[in-house]
């Protein structure tokens, strides 16, 4: 997927559902919880159970939503989540080897970083653009708000202590986009089955955001 495509996207949708699921099929249900919420950004944790076979199943069976992966430490497991058909990567860290496979693929890859440097850094070496993580220990919204001073040509994707209560003003501080995991799949709901719960959360998430 080109670039600019992504970006636009990410523009369009704004939030990014993350799963990181124990089992294949408590994965599935999680992705078309939100999907049916209207969430069409969804990433698979490569530490999911069996996450190469579950990001190939939720491609052809949610053919609207945009399906990729995160947690990748590596340019083995990168090339490995491409192979299955990732459609965006995402990693924890800023990795020259792995932000080079990933264009010479053409698919998106977004290195996690913190610091200033950091995220020039990764946006110097190609990154399609950067997740900040973990932004909410860092001062959360207003973190995001005084980089865009010095970084605002940056497209920047705050991760880490967004919730559906604060997920709007990491926007308005100038985040092209936002990922939410945990805030988006409550335990208790994901132990109960409540998939409607989860598929209203996400609805609400977008209404917020829109």
């Not at 990491?170 to 985040?175: D, M, R, S, Y």
Request: net charge neutral.
């Amino acid at each position: 997927m080109p670039n600019q495509i992504w970006l636009s996207q990410l523009e369009k949708h704004q939030a990014i559902a993350v799963i990181r699921a124990p089992e294949i099929e408590l994965g599935r249900q999680m992705a078309m919880a939100v999907a049916s919420g209207g969430m069409q950004l969804i990433e698979i944790t490569w530490n999911s159970d069996r996450a190469g076979e579950l990001i190939g199943q939720l491609r052809s069976e949610l053919p609207d939503c945009t399906i990729g992966t995160g947690t990748l430490f590596n340019v083995q497991q990168l090339q490995q989540a491409i192979a299955c058909g990732a459609q965006f990567l995402f990693t924890p860290h800023v990795d020259f080897a792995m932000i080079q496979a990933a264009q010479e693929k053409h698919v998106p890859i977004i290195p996690g970083a913190l610091t200033p440097t950091e995220i020039v850094t990764a946006w110097n070496q190609g990154a399609s653009c950067v997740k900040v993580f973990p932004v909410q220990a860092v001062g959360g919204a207003d973190y995001i708000k005084s980089l865009q001073g010095p970084l605002g040509e940056i497209p920047l994707i705050p991760t880490g202590g967004v919730t559906l209560k604060n997920a709007k003003e990491f926007l308005e501080a100038g985040a092209i986009a936002v990922g939410l995991s945990s805030e988006l799949f409550p335990k208790k709901l994901i132990r109960e089955g409540n998939w409607q719960a989860i598929a209203s959360g996400a609805r609400k998430l977008i209404q917020q955001l829109g």
